[in-house]
């Protein structure tokens, strides 16, 4: 019973903390704890680490409480802090010497080298402890303390969250790392020591992934700003191999959803076409983001003639079924002009969910105007990356 309300406890962490490791590269290392004993992971910790945790935690909660008093969400139920509002946390976190990132944002860990030093010295096997602070969508803090021993690692966990105006610090909890790794890209990618069936009836989730080392701001804005929206499910921009002289294949249904919102920062409802998207309207949207014509947009999709509109619906559980892949994050790792003055991006995909830092890789070839605005020509998924990944749904 004991081992079974810690597998609960457990899952309700896995849930906070969000789905994170990643696959082995050329210059990664995995280390894989040995020497399992049935206490292979412990529901709580001792007295004197609890204290020691709850008392971190209290001090820089004390520490950004100003800024999310004042922030655009504020103390309101269920609220979820801004991009602005965590980086004027993390600014103050940083300040006070923390290791710390924000969960939203793949973008690195403050005072990165902390954490760097940390691993790369227990991949050589020498003992050390690190703290790192995790900063949630609620404007919570978690708190991470990893240990390794020489042999193995251990992370003691501490979640605080916000209720009204007074912090609320949960219990302490510490679990073996069954093995992690280290990599050449700069993810720190770790797996809980979890019970699995028959224990328990399904497989938990015990992957996680940490981008440790920041990425170039330059790579980061432009996959925030062109990337992040379009990601890889529900349409197949950049999941796809197309260009300029092959537009058959791509999902326009999907794409134009996409770029409504990201033009007008909303999400298109299928309430708003009852009886269809109007012609132009469509059209004009596409054509501001691809190389495609009126006459190959009505070729490719379903266009009622006589009422001049386009057949749309919003996508739903009969359309779509969610994958891993779905969930991944486009992630630059290059940019280079062309000498037509359009620009080369080489993408990969990281997926939190398996811990892979690099399900496919591609290239995306856009062309930006200087005003901010930006026309999407190809995409080419490198390898055999297409068959490593699920065929993509259409909607019906």
């Known amino acids: 019973m004991k081992r079974m309300m810690a597998a609960v406890m457990l899952v309700c962490l896995l849930s906070i903390q969000g789905c994170q490791r990643e696959q082995e590269n050329q210059e990664s290392v995995q280390i894989v704890s040995e020497n399992f004993s049935d206490n292979e992971w412990h529901p709580a910790a001792g007295g004197q680490e ?14 950004i409480r100003p800024i999310f008093e004042n922030s655009e969400r ?48 227990s991949r050589k ?20 303390k990893f240990v390794f021993d020489g042999q193995e690692m251990m992370v003691i966990y501490t979640r605080t969250t916000w209720n009204d105006d007074s912090p609320v610090l949960h219990e302490t ?21 979890v019970p699995e069936p028959p224990e328990l ?23 925030s700003r062109y990337l992040y929206p379009v990601g890889y499910q529900k349409n197949n921009l950049i999941c796809s191999n197309w260009d300029s002289e092959h537009l058959e ?16 920062q909303e999400q298109c409802r299928a309430s708003q076409y009852p009886d ?14 691809l190389p495609v014509t009126t006459e190959q947009i009505r070729r490719y999709v379903e266009f009622d003639e006589k009422k001049q509109v386009y057949i749309w619906k919003g996508i739903g559980g009969r359309d779509y079924t969610p994958t891993a892949f779905g969930s991944s994050i486009p992630e630059i790792t290059d940019m280079k002009e062309n000498e037509d003055g359009t620009t080369a991006i080489t993408v990969d995909a990281v997926c939190r969910r398996t811990g892979n830092d690099c399900v496919i890789t591609h290239v995306l070839t856009v062309r930006f105007d200087g005003a901010g605005r930006v026309k999407y020509l190809g995409n080419q998924v490198l390898g055999d990356g297409l068959e490593q990944i699920p065929a993509y749904q259409y909607r019906r």
């Open 276 to 289: 269809g998207i109007p012609g132009e309207e469509f059209e004009s949207l596409l054509q501001e983001y």
């Open 125 to 144: 096997g020498e003992k050390g402890e690190i703290l790192l602070y995790e900063l949630c969508e609620d404007g919570g803090i978690g708190r991470n």
């Open 173 to 193: 909890e510490s679990y073996t790392v069954k093995e992690w790794e280290y990599t050449k890209k700069g993810w720190f990618c770790y797996e809980f020591c």
């Open 74 to 121: 504020g103390l309101a139920s269920n609220s979820v802090i801004t991009d602005e509002t965590a980086e004027e946390m993390l600014d103050k976190m940083e300040e006070s010497g923390c290791a710390a990132y924000f969960s939203r944002i793949c973008n690195g860990v403050r005072n990165y080298r902390q954490m760097q030093k940390f691993l790369k010295q």
């Open 50 to 63: 609890k204290k020691e945790a709850e008392e971190d935690c209290q001090e820089i909660l004390e520490n």
């Open 249 to 264: 294949d791509l999902d326009y249904r999907g794409m134009y959803e996409c770029f409504y919102f990201m033009k007008n």
């Open 201 to 223: 009836s399904e497989r938990i989730n015990a992957d996680r992934m940490v981008r440790v080392k920041p990425l170039k701001q330059q790579y980061l804005e432009t996959a």
